[in-house]
């Protein structure tokens, strides 16, 4: 019976894993959470709040193409791969280093972002509303 129970539950993160796999990567998330990039300069790019290093064996991939670090451009939605370069007195001070970027210029992100903020008040009133 133990064998059974373990079968199950090993089954279940595959199929979780594997649907996963095939959404876009615009579809993981609410819009208000997916990373979006802040700044590109010269050698490195800012998503959300930490700074890549980007050299010439970074991977990039622009709205589906190949692409290089000019191609992308501040708010467009982007996943960056990756792992510290080298290590700082805390988080804030580690410097990271980019082995892969998938970006896309998602236009409708912005108002994704703002219909889900829009619910997401509109089930906040509702909640306060029924307790009074």
Known sequence: MA???????EAAPRNGDKKNKNLSYSKKGNPSELPVVKSVGNGG???SD??????DSTKITVNGT???L???KPGMQA???????EFGRDREGNIYIATRIVASD???LAKKADAFNKK?????SNRSGNRR
Request: a negative charge; proline letters at 0%; hydrophobic letters at 45%.
């Open 70 to 72: 000019f191609d992308i």
């Open 50 to 55: 930490r700074y890549y290093v980007v050299d």
């Open 3 to 9: 064998a059974s129970v373990f079968c199950s539950l």
């Open 106 to 108: 998602d236009n409708e």
């Open 120 to 124: 997401a008040r509109e089930r906040a």
């Open 45 to 47: 790019i800012t998503v």
């Open 79 to 85: 996943l960056v791969a990756g792992g510290v370069k």
């Open 66 to 68: 190949e692409g290089s």
